[in-house]
């Protein structure tokens, strides 16, 4: 496996400003707070049937569990896990991901989504769907927050469902 982001990605120049080290050390501490459990589901699932309804998954299961700033910790954590070791191995990290993004209404900071999408942009075009969760937060932000989609490749963002629990 390969890293390709994390504090470099974070603090490095590029298409977005550098979020300041307080900001970006309090993203890293709440991803922290979720990350054992996101370990243990991931690892459960991979072993489970890949065909399984989300709800009933492991990770299914933990996002059901969260409160609206634990899913924002959750997505954020598993994007940023899915973008340091992307390979044939993310497959329910990826679909972890596409389940968060489709959730609305979850109350994404510019911050955030400027720091998702750093990581996205340092991951490069290996990493196919690395666009999906920041794509998906950045339509939350009101639209004068919203980062400009000028040099976003096109990607395909699911549609996202009515409140925290819907669809899950």
């Given at each position: 496996m390969?890293?390709?982001?994390?504090?470099?990605?974070?603090?490095?120049?590029?298409?977005f400003p550098a979020l300041p080290r307080a900001v970006a050390q309090s993203f890293y501490r709440r991803m922290r707070a979720v990350a054992p459990a996101a370990v243990g589901a991931i690892e459960r699932d991979r072993a489970a049937d890949p065909e399984q309804v989300f709800s009933d998954t492991a990770c299914g299961r933990l996002v059901g569990s969260l409160d609206d700033a634990g899913l924002r910790a959750l997505g954020m954590w598993t994007h940023h896990w899915c973008m340091r070791f992307y390979d044939d191995d993310t497959r329910v990290g990826r679909r972890l991901v596409r389940e968060i993004a489709a959730r609305a209404g979850l109350g994404w900071t510019a911050d955030e989504v400027r720091?998702?999408?750093r990581e996205s942009f340092s991951a490069g075009p290996a990493a196919a769907d690395r666009f999906t969760l920041p794509r998906a937060a950045a339509a939350q932000l009101p639209p004068a927050d919203r980062p400009p989609e000028a040099h976003w490749?096109?990607?395909e963002v699911p549609?996202?469902?009515r409140g925290r629990h819907a669809g899950g």
């Amino acid at each position: 496996m390969t890293s390709v982001a994390g504090w470099a990605a974070a603090s490095t120049p590029g298409a977005f400003p550098a979020l300041p080290r307080a900001v970006a050390q309090s993203f890293y501490r709440r991803m922290r707070a979720v990350a054992p459990a996101a370990v243990g589901a991931i690892e459960r699932d991979r072993a489970a049937d890949p065909e399984q309804v989300f709800s009933d998954t492991a990770c299914g299961r933990l996002v059901g569990s969260l409160d609206d700033a634990g899913l924002r910790a959750l997505g954020m954590w598993t994007h940023h896990w899915c973008m340091r070791f992307y390979d044939d191995d993310t497959r329910v990290g990826r679909r972890l991901v596409r389940e968060i993004a489709a959730r609305a209404g979850l109350g994404w900071t510019a911050d955030e989504v400027r720091w998702m999408l750093r990581e996205s942009f340092s991951a490069g075009p290996a990493a196919a769907d690395r666009f999906t969760l920041p794509r998906a937060a950045a339509a939350q932000l009101p639209p004068a927050d919203r980062p400009p989609e000028a040099h976003w490749p096109e990607v395909e963002v699911p549609r996202q469902r009515r409140g925290r629990h819907a669809g899950g």
